[in-house]
């Protein structure tokens, strides 16, 4: 049975600093790996997805790498700002009796001005 | 382009009563989920529908839960009767058409906030 975990649950970041939120999964056969941002009250909004064939994507001040035979992913975030804060979901896609989805808890992030 | 639209955002109810909660997904959008997720924790898939039929439901309380997509476009949910522990958002969420059934980028929409009192 597939399962997600997110570390840490809860983060706390002075403005500027580089870090590394980290996702790890327990079936390596996966279809792809997302990363969603969700600010208090609102839905989910996609960051970054990784295909099972790829190893990283950027966007911006984002990176998101996929090491699927470990069964890990991590999304690094570059010179943090306040308006980084958020909680960030990682999902995995994968297949078995037809396509699923399952979340992770999440990590809150927030930065300090 | 419009996002997915939920409605109500908010709902207060008492146990024992009847909720429903609407979806109105992207426009050409043939993929659409029901999620619920309780506070602290990830989404759960309750239901995903292609087109207007059921791909998934495993995970649905199907004693109180049920769901339709009418005309493969909008959605609705309904939870009858409602329990404490129905309190949660539920989140719509819609995907465009891929390869054989298999889903991409999937779009949020801003969720129903229920508490059940």
């Known amino acids: 049975k597939q399962e997600v975990t997110q570390i840490p649950a809860a983060l706390s970041v002075p403005e500027g600093e580089n870090l590394v939120l980290n996702c790890s999964f327990t079936d390596s056969a996966i279809y792809n790996l997302q990363w969603f941002r969700q600010d208090p009250g609102k839905g989910l909004t996609s960051l970054l997805l990784i295909q099972s064939s790829q190893r990283e994507q950027t966007s911006g001040r984002l990176n998101a790498s996929l090491d699927k035979s470990s069964g890990r992913s991590t999304l690094y975030i570059a010179a943090s700002q306040p308006g980084d804060s958020a909680t960030y979901l990682c999902a995995v896609g994968y297949y078995t009796g037809g396509f699923k989805t399952i979340f992770g808890a999440g990590t809150r992030l927030f930065v300090k001005a | 382009e419009a996002g997915v639209a939920q409605s109500p955002r908010y709902k207060i109810i008492e146990k024992r009563q009847s909720v429903a909660f609407w979806c109105n997904p992207i426009s050409g959008h043939a993929t659409l989920y029901w999620y619920q997720q309780i506070l602290g924790q990830g989404p759960k898939l309750l239901i995903q529908?292609?087109?207007?039929?059921?791909?998934?439901d495993s995970q649905l309380p199907k004693d109180r839960f049920s769901a339709e997509r009418l005309k493969g476009v909008d959605s609705t949910l309904k939870i009858q009767p409602a329990k404490l522990e129905d309190s949660a958002v539920y989140l719509c969420a819609s995907s465009p058409p891929g390869l054989a059934g298999r889903t991409d980028t999937q779009y949020f929409g801003p969720g129903t906030r229920l508490t059940v009192l």
């Open positions: 529908f292609q087109n207007n039929g059921v791909v998934d």
